[in-house]
């Protein structure tokens, strides 16, 4: 783990592990080395919630939700392809035909490099 300029401290991003393995969420993750280069956060249980963030079109049994997007800064220009494996890795062992994920707009390149990718925005926040 290698904080980005905008992003927490390594004791906060172990903390914010630690709370979601609490939640049940599940990681994916990919290392060179030692190095951790992309994860994401599988969260089954917050579409069965009541929370407004989420439009009811994706609350489905065939869809997968994504979150917590990390990637080392030496990733950033391959970022596409680590998520594209991450996504690869989730619909093969989860069987679902829909994957959304969760993000803030403020990390302009990871939106940018989701809609490259295929990903269509849904709701801005």
């Known amino acids: 783990f290698k904080p980005k300029a905008s992003w927490v401290t390594r004791w906060e991003y172990l903390n914010d592990a630690m709370q979601r ?3 049940g ?4 993750t990919i290392c060179e080395g030692e190095c951790l280069m992309a994860c994401m956060w599988r969260d089954d249980n917050i579409l069965t919630k009541n929370i407004g963030v989420l439009p009811d079109t994706i609350k489905t049994s065939e869809t997968t939700l994504l979150s917590g997007v990390y990637y080392h800064p030496d990733a ?8 594209s494996a991450i996504i ?3 619909v093969l062992e ?3 035909s829909q994957v959304h994920t969760l993000i803030t707009t403020k990390d302009t390149h990871l939106y940018h490099t989701l809609e490259v990718i295929g ?6 926040r």
């Not at 969420?25 to 994916?28: I, M, R």
């Not at 990903?119 to 801005?124: D, I, K, L, Y």
């Open 119 to 124: 990903f269509r925005s849904t709701t801005h």
């Open 94 to 96: 989860h069987k679902k």
């Open 76 to 83: 950033r220009n391959r970022l596409g392809a680590l998520i």
């Open 25 to 28: 969420q599940s990681v994916y």
């Open 88 to 90: 690869r890795k989730v």
């Open 21 to 23: 393995f609490e939640l």
